[in-house]
């Protein structure tokens, strides 16, 4: 049986926050957790078909989510690979020359079996040691080899990180200016997404690297939120412009700069630009008085029409 590591600092890595706060990165987690699993098992080193994503319960959609927070890499069109396997996780190889040199040392172990007569001694002071450091009595001389890929919760890994405590994971975030900085990208984004996207549109490396420019240079995310809802008064913007012939809502041409953001934010509170072309059934927000009159005689006609035929009847 294969073991995989998991850090116990995994729930507030930079990574595991961003991919929480993705829609659709619970299932993506899951998957992440599920491949571990599968690619320790079989000594994949940490390779991921397409179709053993499919097997898991996993989808493409899924395996991009973990692409774009670095948990996976591309590996062709064949599949993925976990990032950085190698580092903290044994390679197929290694597990294979282990189990060879377990199955060996249990061979060596049987052919060294004392007889009936010698396991009577066992348990009392019987150098099993095969050295001069005194006899192992007891429990003790029946203590098997284990194995070196299951990690030993008693024994810390060098780079194991030491477990949160109480209040600690408030201060780890004050601590951890990329933990805020991945909240204040996905508190822009979504209120864009609310304003100007659909609910499929979804965070692409090109929208997160266009919020964190802004955040950079200074712009804080009111003024950013601003913004979008100042965008939806601009005609030039919404396309409803006398010749403007499509509209300009995407986050990268609202949040262009500095400047873009700080013209659309005074249009906070503006009324929206009024789209192009016909109003939607039930809006007569755009008909004039003249043509509202209208409506008025032709909508009287058709009642005094119907009231004709009833009579008739």
């Not at 060596?108 to 002071?125: D, M, W």
């Not at 194995?147 to 890994?157: A, E, F, K, W």
Request: aromatic fraction near 4%.
């Amino acid at each position: 049986m294969g073991w995989g590591r998991i850090d116990g600092s995994l729930h507030s890595h930079p990574k595991i926050i961003e991919l929480a706060a993705m829609r659709g990165g619970a299932r993506s987690g899951l998957l992440w957790v599920r491949a571990l699993s599968y690619c320790a098992e079989h000594g994949t080193d940490g390779h991921v078909s397409r179709a053993v994503c499919r097997a898991l319960g996993g989808s493409s959609s899924d395996a991009r989510r973990l692409v774009e927070v670095s948990l996976w890499e591309r590996a062709g069109v064949e599949g993925w690979r976990f990032h950085d396997w190698g580092d903290h996780n044994p390679t197929g190889q290694e597990i294979t020359d282990h189990k060879a040199r377990k199955a060996r040392n249990q061979r060596e172990s049987r052919s060294r079996r004392p007889s009936k007569s010698g396991r009577e001694s066992r348990g009392r002071g019987v150098n099993v040691t095969g050295d001069d450091r005194g006899p192992v009595t007891g429990d003790l001389a029946r203590v098997r080899d284990t194995d070196p890929t299951r990690p030993d919760p008693l024994t810390p890994s060098p780079t194991e990180t030491p477990p949160l405590r109480g209040g600690e994971f408030a201060l780890r975030l004050e601590e951890a200016p990329e933990l805020q900085e991945a909240a204040k990208v996905q508190e822009v984004f979504d209120t864009w997404r609310h304003l100007h996207g659909t609910a499929k549109t979804t965070l692409t490396a090109k929208r997160r690297a266009r919020i964190r420019a802004r955040l950079n240079e200074g712009t804080t995310v009111e003024m950013m939120k601003a913004a979008l809802r100042g965008a939806l008064a601009d005609e030039w913007t919404m396309g409803t412009a006398e010749r403007s012939t499509k509209s300009f809502r995407g986050i990268d041409t609202i949040l262009r700069d500095a400047d873009k953001v700080e013209d659309l934010a005074r249009l906070d509170g503006k009324p929206t630009a009024r789209p192009k072309g016909p109003a939607p059934p039930g809006d007569f927000s755009c008909v004039t008085e003249s043509s509202a009159d209208q409506l008025a005689r032709m909508m009287k006609a058709d009642e005094e029409r119907l009231a004709k035929e009833r009579k008739s009847r």
